[in-house]
């Protein structure tokens, strides 16, 4: 039975009924609510046994997690934003080592300029890391992604981030169903490490490894990584069974299998385009989506038996690759191999923008024509970057652009330039 409840509570509660030993995590705006309310937990005595601990940095809560996994607790931690990059060494070091963290990324901005909001810049920065990387589509999808995770990381031996969109998500109140205790547990065995730190039988755990086997044991997590591609929906769909609605999986498709035009996104938007799919279809326009649920591994022979009917191919993307373009585009491009097919990369909602329907319906309907360009940024004033180039034209010494635009466009707090 669905009940109205925060989102990051419910994420709470779905973490708590997988039973984790070890909860570590430093407060960074969007994922706060979500350790907060395991805290709770913990101190009520609800989550036994459970030991909560209080760290000072985003690197330490990643330490402890592997610490804890390395010992044989089940472990699980939370972040977002700079709070990801800060543990970034960490990251790799838990990957590498196999252990199975569970990790919510409550995907937001980085800076700087300083921005809060939601995009996908943070978890897209660290997504070589060796960490299974899955992306929610909604809160539902979200909440059964964290008791998937956990499955996989445990069979597997090896970490996952879930994303979820901070503050779109994470804050949203809505009416959620939360897999019972019995749910989990009948999906979710008790945690059996297959590497662990034992006196008995004494083994190292972080080898130092140089150029004879490094380049081995690089191949063996790729390999271990591919594993999942074969792991993930086999594991979404016993889910499946036990809650009665789809469970996460590789990727969904919304009426692709006869669209010209197919737009590939990941995370929340995909709501905001399954309405205007509907609303173009309607016309008579022959549009569809693809949602990548799973991004690392990457499921490059799907995706490209998804896209095999499209004409024309828009991938919307929720961060930016300076200097380059769109991180997902280039996924995309390597799974379409040498097919050459128009593929269109359109930057949307950096820094929490917002992406409207009445935004992206005349860019699907020019890419639909081929009347868009190879790289868009949807709702870009050129105006303001105009005057803003102008003005560093003219200026020795012009100082940094953030500064300057929001002193432009009118906003408190801007000092001079």
């Known amino acids: 039975m669905a009940e109205q409840i925060e989102a990051s509570v419910a994420i709470a509660t779905a973490v708590a009924r997988c039973r984790p030993e070890v909860l570590c995590a430093y407060p960074i705006t969007p994922q706060t609510h979500i350790v907060e309310a395991l805290s709770r937990m913990v101190r009520a005595g609800d989550l036994a046994p459970c030991e909560m601990v209080n760290v000072e940095s ?10 804890a996994s390395a010992a044989g607790a089940r472990a699980y931690t939370a972040t977002a934003s700079q709070g990801l990059l800060y543990m970034a060494e960490a990251l790799f070091n838990a990957a590498g080592l196999g252990l199975p963290i569970v990790m919510t990324v409550a995907n937001r901005a980085l800076g700087a300029p300083i921005n809060i909001w939601n995009d996908h810049s943070d978890a897209l920065a660290v997504r070589d890391c060796g960490f299974i990387q899955l992306y929610a589509a909604d809160n539902q999808e979200a909440i059964d992604m964290h008791i998937l995770a956990f499955r996989i990381a445990e069979q597997l031996s090896l970490p996952v981030m879930v994303c979820m969109d901070g503050y779109v998500l994470t804050h949203a109140i809505e009416p959620l169903e939360l897999p019972s205790q019995e749910q989990v547990d009948s999906f979710l065995p008790p ?22 086997a490094f380049t081995e044991v690089r191949y063996l997590a790729h390999l271990r990584q ?14 499946s069974e036990r809650t009665g609605r789809a469970c996460g999986g590789l990727l969904s498709g919304y009426r692709t299998s006869d669209a010209a035009l197919v737009v590939v996104a990941m ?9 205007l799919i509907d609303e173009m279809r309607g016309e008579g326009l022959s549009v569809g989506a693809l949602a990548i649920k799973t991004f690392r591994p990457f499921p490059r022979a799907e995706v490209a038996a998804a896209l095999g009917g499209a004409a024309r191919i828009l991938v919307l993307e929720r961060a930016i690759a300076i200097g380059a373009g769109g991180v997902l585009t280039d996924s995309v491009r390597w799974a379409l191999g040498a097919r050459q097919t128009p593929l269109h990369t359109v930057i949307a909602g950096l820094g929490g923008r917002p992406i409207t329907r009445r935004s992206l319906r005349p860019v699907l309907e020019a890419a639909a024509t081929g009347g868009l360009g190879e790289l868009h940024f949807l709702d870009l004033r050129q105006d303001l970057v105009d005057r803003e180039l102008a003005r560093c034209r003219s200026s020795a010494r012009p100082g940094p652009h953030a500064e300057a635009i929001l002193r432009e466009i009118g906003i408190v707090g801007a000092g001079p330039v």
Not at 196 to 211: H, K, R, S
Not at 267 to 275: D, H, I, K, N, Q
């Open 267 to 275: 995370g929340s938007v995909l709501g905001t385009l399954e309405v």
């Open 191 to 212: 945690f059996a490490p297959r590497q662990i730190l034992d006196p008995d039988e004494p083994m190292t755990i972080g080898a130092m490894v140089g150029p004879e």
């Open 58 to 67: 985003e690197y330490s809560a990643c330490s402890v997690a592997i610490g």
């Open 226 to 239: 591919q594993e999942a591609l074969d792991a993930i929906p086999a594991l979404a769909q016993e889910l």
